[in-house]
């Protein structure tokens, strides 16, 4: 079990540029999920996979972002024409989970994100 | 809609003391709040997890309670050490919602020895 894992870990981009970061959950886990970060805020949820489907996404969520899961493993998160306001660290959480109650999450260690 | 509202200030207590963290919620009631720990350029780490049928749980030094009652949740460090200095935030599954958590944003902790 090596934990979270995501890359890049700091990413500068220019303003209308594309960016893609991925996410490897921890092995066996079937749930992914992305969260966003501003300084001094909790983690915002952005979407959440079981397995290989993406079921939920934040109706805050801009079209301008995609989240994939091919083969319920890895994950990329892909935001297009990137603007200032999509600076944040992006956090990618895995769990194991069954049912509809709650299990712990695990979070990596983030994708930091700068747009100039 | 609903709101999650965590100790506004940082909090700073002395080695060996109980640091006592609060989060309160409205607008909705919660089944399951958890607790994680976030380090400076880290990602959270789950600390602890109570179901809206559990008054209190707890692990090691730490302790949760849950009350449904006054929508509140607190977070007990006892014995505390500097190591324990970070974010705490505490979040509650979210109304209409499966798979979202709502995050409060959080309390800064300061152990100082």
């Known amino acids: 079990d090596t934990g979270v894992s995501q890359d890049p870990r700091h990413k500068i981009t220019k303003r209308g540029q594309n960016v893609t970061f991925r996410c490897d959950p921890i092995s066996e886990h079937n749930r992914l999920y992305w969260y966003r970060q501003t300084l001094g805020q909790g983690p915002e949820f952005l979407t959440y996979f079981q397995n290989e489907a993406q079921l939920e996404k934040s109706r805050l969520l801009s079209d301008r972002f995609s989240a994939e899961r091919p083969k319920g493993s890895f994950s990329t998160l892909e935001i297009q024409r990137t603007e200032q306001g999509d600076s944040a660290m992006y956090l990618c959480?895995?769990?194991?989970?069954?049912?509809?109650?709650?299990?712990?999450?695990?979070f990596g260690s983030g994708t930091q994100l700068s747009v100039l | 809609s609903q709101k999650i509202e965590q100790n506004s200030e940082a909090l700073n207590i002395q080695e060996g003391k109980t640091a006592t963290l609060t989060c309160n919620y409205t607008n909705y009631s919660p089944a399951y709040l958890q607790w994680y720990r976030q380090d400076p350029g880290r990602g959270p780490v789950f600390l602890l997890l109570?179901?809206?049928?559990?008054k209190e749980k707890r692990k090691e030094r730490l302790k949760v309670t849950f009350d449904t009652t006054l929508k509140q949740s607190l977070f007990h460090i006892t014995a505390s050490q500097p190591a324990d200095s970070a974010t705490y935030l505490c979040?509650?599954?979210?109304?209409?919602?499966?798979?979202?958590?709502?995050f409060g944003s959080g309390t800064q902790l300061t152990v100082l020895p």
């Open positions: 959480a895995s769990s194991l989970g069954t049912g509809q109650g709650w299990e712990k999450l695990f």
């Open positions: 109570i179901r809206e049928n559990e």
């Open positions: 979040a509650l599954d979210n109304i209409g919602s499966a798979r979202q958590l709502t």
